[in-house]
Nanobody, 119 residues
Framework: QVQVVESGGGSVQAGGSLKLSCVAS????????MGWYRQAPGKERELVSS???????TYADSLKGRFTISQNNAKNTLYLLLNSLKTDDTAVYYC?????????????WGQGTQVTVSS
């Protein structure tokens, strides 16, 4: 079982920055990528950004240029730097970790960390 724990959320004014962290327990060599998702009140969960084990990144088109994903493979740690925050970025941010077992991919979610942006 892989445990995923996020941290770094909080309240910030529009235009501010936050850095989220996510740590996944488990064998570092079994990771098949990690990503950040968010869910705003009354909306569906959406992809924010993801990164493969070799460092290939993807971003939601609307967030490119403001958010930056990075990772420390040796520590199974994922980061998300949120810059120029807007009130629309208010959401619970979730980390998802992909793990390989016997060739199959399994996904594990954290409990989420709240980001609140005020005007």
């Amino acid at each position: 079982q892989v445990q995923v724990v996020e941290s770094g959320g909080g309240s910030v004014q529009a235009g501010g920055s936050l850095k989220l962290s996510c740590v996944a327990s488990g064998d570092v060599f079994s990771s098949c990528g990690m990503g950040w998702y968010r869910q705003a009140p009354g909306k569906e969960r959406e992809l924010v950004s993801s990164i493969s084990r070799d460092g290939t990144t993807t971003y939601a088109d609307s967030l490119k240029g403001r958010f930056t994903i990075s990772q420390n493979n040796a520590k199974n740690t994922l980061y998300l730097l949120l810059n120029s925050l807007k009130t629309d970025d208010t959401a619970v941010y979730y980390c998802r970790a992909c793990w390989l077992r016997r060739g199959d991919e399994y996904y594990y979610w954290g409990q989420g960390t709240q980001v609140t942006v005020s005007s």
